[in-house]
């Protein structure tokens, strides 16, 4: 999810693979980073659909990151494009929130685990 380039990235990976190989990768859900909890409910503070590249200087104590969500199709298209086959996508829920922060306003919180996939998978073979 880091990359600035995910064509590479798939093809590079593609390229690792034997036929039958399978490549099981999982990144942030990108609707977790968009929902923020505001007047006591979830709300989307931007368009699910925006894949804007975006700057957030001093990001986790850096001098900052470029950041840009994509939607689970762009995800889908990255891959099958270079020719994997998507055996499965899951969005699961956390086997456990009892360490979460319980006030809902923070990044992650309880309540915003309990509503909202915090990560994807996906399962794939190369044919």
Not at 31 to 59: C, G, M
Request: charged content about 20%; glycine content about 8%.
């Amino acid at each position: 999810g880091w990359t600035r380039d995910p064509q590479s990235l798939f093809r590079n990976l593609w390229s690792c693979l034997k036929p039958g190989g399978r490549l099981i990768w999982s990144w942030g859900h990108p609707l977790f980073d968009i929902v923020q909890y505001e007047n006591e409910r979830f709300v989307l503070h931007k368009s699910y659909f925006d894949e804007t590249p975006y700057f957030a200087p001093s990001w986790g104590g850096s001098k900052g990151v470029y950041i840009q969500n994509r939607t689970i199709a762009t995800w889908f298209r990255y891959q099958t494009e270079v020719g994997f086959l998507v055996h499965d996508l899951l969005e699961p829920q956390p086997l456990s929130t009892a360490d979460a922060p319980d006030d809902p306003t923070r990044y992650y919180s309880k309540a915003k685990a309990e509503h909202v996939p915090g990560t994807f998978i996906f399962v794939c073979e190369k044919p």
